[in-house]
């Protein structure tokens, strides 16, 4: 299994890149939104992969983070939701926004995605939300194996160059798992403090943790 690819950005099309390390060239799939925030060719770049192996089909898929990957993951467990439809809803909300609208059970932004039916965004939300804090709870994780050295191509290949610089903000990331793990030991269930961090976070992006827990207990408090 691949797991993750360092070397020189080759060539880029409308979905996906060339990534060479130490001279042999992968095929990367990506999200609109990953593709975006890459270097330009000939520029050193990292990415997180998932490889799938069919029959007829050997494909790499391409992630700027753990969090991205594992919802990429996620979302193809979902009936209805092969890897094209799971980037491409990656693409339109990227992993934060899906984490919210997860855990808000909000189906209509899924639905925002290009292929995306409400039927299927329906499915979406309710098969993930109970998987939605698990992933949030990620933040801190990825925020530190982000600022870490390169990992090799497992088993396979050195990496010869530094990570890409475009990455996911660490302290949002950082500050809402901070935020969820606070709630849970405060004894509120996970979907509820997924729920109430994810509606607290995309009010305010920038709230530090103790903002969040704030806002997040206030959503949290029985309504009078």
């Known amino acids: 299994m691949i797991g993750k690819l360092s070397g020189r950005l080759d060539y880029r099309a409308a979905d996906h890149i060339l990534i060479d390390v130490r001279g042999v060239g992968y095929i990367v799939y990506c999200s609109d939104r990953t593709l975006a925030a890459l270097p330009g060719v000939g520029e050193s770049v990292s990415l997180y992969t998932d490889l799938v192996v069919r029959e007829d089909l050997m494909q790499l ?5 753990l969090v991205e990957k594992e919802w990429h993951r996620l979302l193809c467990s979902v009936q209805g939701v092969g890897a094209k439809v799971s980037l491409a809803i990656l693409g339109t909300l990227g992993p934060d926004g899906v984490s919210r609208a997860v ?39 990825i925020a530190d ?40 030991n405060l004894g509120y269930a996970p979907g509820d403090a997924a729920a109430s961090v994810a509606e607290a976070a995309g009010a305010n992006p920038d709230a530090d943790t103790s903002g969040l827990i704030r806002a997040a207990l206030k959503l949290l408090a029985p309504k009078a």
């Open 145 to 184: 194996a982000m600022d870490g050295p390169p990992v090799d191509v497992v088993d396979v290949i050195e990496p010869v160059t530094k990570p890409a610089p475009a990455k996911p903000p660490k302290r949002e990331a950082a500050a809402q798992a901070d935020a969820l793990s606070a709630l849970g």
């Open 103 to 141: 855990a808000l059970g909000d189906w209509a932004s899924v639905k925002a995605a290009k292929g995306v039916g409400p039927k299927t965004a329906q499915r979406v939300v309710l098969d993930l939300k109970d998987k939605a804090p698990g992933v949030m709870a990620m933040g801190g994780t």
């Open 61 to 65: 898929y391409g992630f700027l983070s």
